[in-house]
């Protein structure tokens, strides 16, 4: 069974976005479909990004503790708010943070927002950093329009049978990635 990291990346009080979070830890543990491991940014305390991690003389535990988990997983679901067309800047650092441990990792985004166009604005830039890094950005995108009202603070949708539906494409699209990844390592 692969296992996949669930990036929260928000660390905004009275954040939304990490329901859906929650929502692919529940749905991918139920569906019996991947290892999940959820990393809450808002766990962590990072400093402002000032160097990558190898050439960090004295990295924290928690560096050490999110380049374990991204390295051990097989892919990566990244959960992100859109803030004024662009991500937050606690994900910018995790993302810079780290080199090695994203080069042609499986990732597969999804944005959210209060508003009616789910995020949408915020894959571009997001896309554009992972590529420059060599990530393996999938294809499928899984936007949340109306977040507050798609989803409850446990990360369970009012519309189960629609969010499932949706969710399975976008995660059938991410198993497919890191299949074929296996498939050429071996």
Do not use: C
Not at 14 to 34: D, I
Not at 152 to 166: F, L, S
Request: glycine fraction near 4%; proline fraction near 6%; charge should be negative.
């Amino acid at each position: 069974m692969p296992k996949i990291a669930v990036i929260s990346a928000s660390v905004r009080k009275g954040r939304k976005s990490h329901s859906v979070a929650l929502y692919f830890q529940h749905y991918l543990t139920e569906k019996q479909l991947a290892e999940v491991e959820i990393i809450d940014l808002d766990a962590y305390n990072f400093p402002i990004f000032e160097e990558r991690l190898r050439l960090i003389e004295n990295p924290t535990e928690d560096m050490l503790q999110l380049a374990a988990a991204i390295t051990n997983a097989d892919g990566v679901i990244i959960v992100t708010p859109e803030y004024n067309g662009g991500y937050p800047a606690s994900l910018k650092n995790v993302i810079d943070l780290l080199y090695s441990e994203w080069k042609r990792k499986p990732i597969a985004i999804a944005t959210v927002s209060a508003g009616a166009f789910g995020g949408s604005q915020v894959i571009t830039s997001l896309q554009f950093s992972l590529w420059k890094i060599g990530a393996l950005t999938v294809p499928a995108m899984f936007p949340v329009p109306t977040v507050e009202k798609t989803f409850n603070d446990d990360g369970r949708p009012t519309d189960p049978e629609a969010m499932d539906k949706k969710a399975s494409a976008f995660v059938n699209e991410l198993l497919f990635w890191i299949a074929a990844k296996a498939a050429s390592a071996s």
